[in-house]
T-cell receptor, first 115, second 114 residues
């Protein structure tokens, strides 16, 4: 079974631009969660989507948004990029949502550099 | 607050030896899963091992095993016969109910030396 895939793997953007990242979950998984990883802040939760609905949201500004499609693929969008948005963006998929026994499996990440 | 604490930022071990990574957590929930994830340098985060809190038996996956002490809220990872490929950052984590969010510890960077 194929794992979680993320595209693109690397992105270089300039301040003020916007960017869209894509995540395809493991087949049969309906929940997709997004995380931002930086050396200073560690792993921070952005949001979770399940059945095309945002179920949970982390403490990020409204410039960070996402959506999920009927095939469970998810996209994350960041508008008006800032230097501090440079990070590794990870998505993770799981079969279900809401339980504390869900197991999340991670994709390889998208490395975003904002110049 | 639901938190995960890894008190060892960095550790090193000689190849073929055994090393234990520590993790403590705090939750008021009774049934949950605990996880150890491994993130090699510039590589993908992968699930190493998972422990179900309602099971008293410690989980084992080949060279990886845990020491789960529910009352003490302690969840350590033991790596036996360490290999160079075990060099990575290791994260302890769990998911509180209805959040969809893994709560991660700060991570422990493990270096396996030849």
């Amino acid at each position: 079974k194929a794992g979680v895939t993320q595209t693109p793997r690397y992105l270089i953007k300039t301040r003020g631009q916007q960017v869209t990242l894509s995540c395809s979950p493991i087949s049969g998984h309906r929940s997709v969660s997004w995380y931002q990883q930086t050396p200073g802040q560690g792993l921070q939760f952005l949001f979770e989507y399940f059945s095309e609905t945002q179920r949970n949201k982390g403490n990020f500004p409204g410039r960070f948004s996402g959506r999920q499609f009927s095939n469970s693929r998810s996209e994350m969008n960041v508008s008006t990029l800032e230097l501090g948005d440079s990070a590794l963006y990870l998505c993770a998929s799981s079969r279900t949502s809401g339980g504390n026994t869900d197991t999340q499996y991670f994709g390889p990440g998208t490395r975003l550099t904002v110049l | 607050a639901q938190t995960v604490t890894q008190s060892q930022p960095e550790m090193s071990v000689q190849e073929a030896e055994t090393v234990t990574l520590s993790c403590t957590y705090d939750t008021s929930e009774n049934n949950y899963y605990l996880f150890w994830y491994k993130q090699p340098p510039s590589r993908q985060m992968i699930l190493v091992i998972r422990q179900e809190a309602y099971k008293q038996q410690n989980a084992t996956e080949n060279r990886f095993s845990v020491n789960f002490q529910k009352a003490a809220k302690s969840f350590s990872l033991k790596i036996s016969d360490s290999q160079l490929g075990d060099t990575a950052m290791y994260f302890c984590a769990f998911i509180p109910s209805n959040t969809g969010k893994l709560i991660f510890g700060q991570g422990t960077t493990l270096q396996v030396k030849p």
